[in-house]
């Protein structure tokens, strides 16, 4: 049974790996603070916000298919609310019975999970109640299907199936065990069987099969314990059998827990934004195949980084500069390839193969190289990453050394990177690397420069322009004369 | 098969199989077991109640468990089932258990009773004799299979009771090599020889370097070779030993109240007491515990009561003068890669002991030569 939320054909998996350069990407574009606004401090929700915003959907297909489920999410949000806390009580209502001591006898594991599976199925029904009364009103593929696949899965037999299982478990009959002769004649092959259903014609005297029966004396008590064990070597496969469907069907809930909590997230993050007043908007990807032909899509209307936003009282459009461009572009490349809205107006682009930052950091957290050590460091695991298709948002790289060593060294990881099919944003201060690139008036590469007006004010905002000369030494450094470039790929 | 004792064997073998003792045997055990294998009974336990009956088709529980929840199944499940422990011994639980299947299956354990009163004795004395003494050979067959599967070669060598030019060609350590192959790993394999009045092999050369090893295949080679089994190397020529001693380097045993010193001293009287002309003595890092005065001293006299006896032996030591002190003793290195001395090569060489190279050299790696450290204690 799958719910299928986040992916048409699989499942969506809040364990996976999260991808090598997650750390530096959660750094760099402020991961945590989007996250945190997703999660409403359940962590779990937290945990599969995470992963999800790193789900790298490449396909414009699936990345529509979330945008519809979540749509619907928006449209139902009770319902929505509803199932998840259904999967939570499910989970957490294991917690209550007995707790699960490894190496337990298989009678206490049959117990337990018996016990279990009573909450279990309960929960099931509540879901299936939900699925019965609602389904009419959700029109995305995602939620269609998941409703079908409930009516399905959990229709009245099932139930009255799973009811059977919980009242013979209890064995008001005794249990009844087959066995075999093993080693020496001692009883080997212990299986637990199902006990017949018996009517009133089977009681009579004379009608019960053939049998010789015993009874162990009362203060035999070598002899209750070798019963016991008997008995429990008999019930172990089933309770083993028993155990790991309760398993599974945690797993199921589980599974629906993550997956709605994503849409949940989003939910909890669109009504943060929307509350201040910022703009959303599910944006429109393109696919890749085009991008080697005609050079790729990117455009934007109104792109802000949510990030700062959620962390400050001012809107988006206010505030930031080139490393808030920064940021908010790669938020919104996540974003958008994890079916999510996107803090923009508009926003078009087509996807990229992954998203890889190298920001300048503002200390060296181990003090054992130098800085310049650090940053080519960091480069190279970058280029064991990166390949063709992939974005990669450089911010102040290489201006710990001089500027000329600095724009060399870059001048070659770009050019060797760009052959290779990767989209660049650099943002840099670097006159000497940004007016030589000017000069060669390439076709694929943009030129943005902070705009500042007359009277020495920042407008926050990156309009086309030429690369000018440092010429502001006493300023701080964020107010520092620069030049933000995009070169796209043409090849 | 060529050995005399294995074609007697298989002689003795066929006729014993072709005797109705045998076949009469063979088809008894068939049917009884036959017989007890298709017995299947229930147990119904309640409380302290047990009742036994023939088994009847029930249905697996655990398996329409499964079935009923296989929905939910996605992934390897763990594993809830629990071990259980089997005592040696049937109990009275489940003696009555038993007693009541045999009145279920009166037929089956008739049967029973008669086949054993009729084979009481039916073990063969020469087969029971064969059983014991074959494990001999197999065991040493089933150590060695496994390094034989990766190349290691192993050779019955060529062995005298009088010659003691000796020699070995990719010889290597049996226990290492065991070790090494569990782990993929590569096996080092090493070359001695010993002519004219050459004796001992007095082996020198930074620690983790192959001595011990080489000290061990050298004692296992003899070892081996006298068994009678196949030993590890490409091909051997090796003397019957009457012994092979050993005085290894110990854990200093409290109970004896000497020092360790004085207790390899006693150990090493005790194997020179015993060693004739004829036996093997392998020393690996002897007197170690004391100064390189003691050990340069006791090393001499030992080494000239080993070499005035005419044994054969290997004498693994830090002490670069013992390398060099008769022509009976040979010297051996162990080497390390000309470029980096920290790294090992596990090859043994013929070559006059050199341990200050190796000092000058593993210290220039580190910074810490006399000139180096100057500089540095002067920048």
Redesign the interface.
């Known amino acids: ?2 719910a299928f939320l986040m992916y048409p054909d699989r ?1 969506f998996d809040p364990e996976r790996d999260l991808p090598a350069n997650e750390a530096d990407l959660s750094n760099d574009l402020e991961l945590d603070v989007l996250l945190r606004a997703m999660a409403a401090d359940d962590p779990i929700l937290f945990e599969v916000a995470r992963h999800a915003i790193h789900s790298d959907l490449t396909s414009p297909g699936d990345i529509v298919y979330r945008q519809h489920v979540l749509a619907d999410c928006i449209a139902q949000p009770d319902v929505i609310g509803d199932m998840y806390e259904v999967a939570v009580a499910a989970i957490t209502a294991e917690k209550k019975v007995l707790g699960w001591i490894f ?4 009678d206490t ?1 049959l117990n337990r999970s018996r016990q279990v599976l009573r909450i279990y199925v309960d929960m099931l029904h509540r879901l299936r109640d939900i699925a019965d009364g609602s389904a009419a009103s959700f029109r995305s593929e995602g939620f269609t299907q998941f409703f079908k696949m409930i009516a399905r ?1 959990l229709d009245d037999d099932y139930f009255a ?2 009811e059977a ?1 919980l009242a ?1 478990l209890a064995f008001r ?9 093993g080693k ?4 080997a092959r212990y ?6 259903e018996q009517t009133w014609r089977d009681r009579m005297p004379g009608r019960s ?8 004396a ?1 203060r035999d008590d ?3 314990r ?2 016991s ?6 019930l ?10 309760a ?3 945690k ?2 809930f589980q599974m629906l827990r993550a997956e709605l909590g994503f849409y949940l997230g989003c939910l909890n993050l669109r009504n943060l934004l929307v509350a201040k007043g910022e703009p959303v908007c599910f944006p429109a990807p393109a696919g890749q195949e085009g991008a080697s032909q005609e050079g790729a899509i990117l455009s934007a209307r109104g792109l802000y980084d949510a990030s700062l936003s959620l962390s400050t009282d001012a809107t988006g459009a206010n505030q930031g500069g080139k490393s808030t461009f920064l940021r908010g572009l790669g938020l919104a490349y996540l974003m958008m390839q994890a079916g999510m809205f996107v803090a923009a107006e508009s926003f078009t682009a087509s996807v990229t193969a992954g998203v890889f930052t190298h920001f300048k950091r503002e200390e060296d957290a181990t003090m054992e190289k130098g800085k310049l050590d650090e940053e080519l460091a960091r480069m190279g695991v970058i280029a064991e990453q990166v390949g063709p298709g992939c974005l990669l948002l450089a911010n102040e790289s290489f201006a710990s050394t001089n500027e000329r060593e600095g724009s060399e060294i870059a001048r070659q990881i770009i050019r060797a990177l760009t052959e290779a099919r990767v989209r660049i944003v650099f943002v840099t201060h670097m006159y000497d690397l940004s007016s030589r690139y000017y000069a060669e008036h390439d076709p694929g590469i943009l030129f943005l420069r902070a705009e500042r007006q007359p009277d020495g004010h920042r407008t926050f905002r990156l309009p086309p322009g030429e690369p000018l000369p440092t010429s502001y030494g006493e300023d701080l450094y964020q107010e520092v004369f620069g030049a933000c470039m995009v070169k796209e790929i043409t090849r | 098969m060529r050995s005399r004792g294995l074609i007697a064997f298989r002689e003795y073998l066929s006729a014993y199989t072709g005797s109705t003792a045998f076949t009469g045997l063979v088809a008894d055990i068939d049917a009884v077991s036959g017989a007890l294998e298709s017995v299947r009974y229930c147990l119904n336990i309640r409380g302290n109640r047990v009742r036994v009956t023939r088994y009847e088709g029930e249905a697996d529980y655990g398996e329409q468990i499964q079935r009923t929840f296989a929905k939910f199944a996605k992934r390897a499940a763990k594993d809830y089932r629990a071990t259980f422990r089997n005592w040696p011994e049937m109990n009275h639980i489940e003696e009555r258990i038993v007693d009541l299947v045999a009145r279920l299956y009166p037929d089956v354990f008739r049967a029973l009773d008669e086949f054993r009163a009729r084979h009481a004795a039916y073990l063969d004395d020469t087969i029971r004799v064969f059983d014991r003494e074959v494990k001999f050979y197999a065991a040493y067959l089933t150590l060695i299979a496994p390094m034989r599967k990766t190349g290691l070669e192993f050779c019955y060598p060529d062995v005298s009771a009088e010659s003691k030019h000796i020699g070995a060609q990719g010889c290597f350590d049996l226990a290492l090599a065991a070790k090494l192959v569990s782990r993929d790993a590569t096996v080092v394999r090493n070359d001695f020889h010993l002519t004219g009045p050459e004796r001992i092999f007095v082996v020198t050369g930074p620690n983790q370097g192959g001595k011990t090893t080489f000290a061990r295949t050298f004692g296992q080679l003899h070892y081996l070779a006298s068994l009678g089994y196949p030993v590890p190397a490409r091909e051997a020529t090796l003397f019957l030993p009457d012994r092979v001693f050993t005085h290894f380097e110990r854990e200093e045993d409290l109970a004896t109240l000497r020092g360790k010193f004085e207790d390899e001293l006693v150990r090493i009287r005790d194997v020179l007491d015993r060693a004739t002309a004829d036996s093997v003595v392998v020393m690996n890092e002897s007197f170690a515990s004391t100064t390189l005065r003691d050990a340069l001293y006791v090393g001499e006299r030992v080494l000239d009561r080993m070499t005035s006896m005419g044994l054969l032996g290997v004498y693994v030591t830090f002490v670069d003068e013992l390398a060099s002190l008769n022509e009976a003793c040979v010297s051996m290195v162990a080497c390390v890669v000309k470029d980096n001395p920290a790294e090992r090569t596990f090859k043994l060489v013929r070559r006059p002991a050199d341990g200050l190279a190796y000092a000058e050299a593993i210290a220039g790696k580190y910074g810490l030569t006399y000139r180096q450290l100057k500089e540095r204690l002067t920048a």
């Open positions: 049974m799958k499942d190496r337990d006898s298989p594991i899965e199936e799973m299982h013979d009959h005794g249990t009844l065990i087959s066995a075999g002769l020496g004649l001692r009883g299986i637990l069987r199902r006990q017949p099969k053939p049998g010789y029966s015993f009874v162990i009362d070598t002899g209750m070798t019963l064990d008997l008995n429990s070597r008999g172990n496969a089933a309770a083993n059998a028993l155990a790991q469907s398993d599974h069907i797993d199921f």
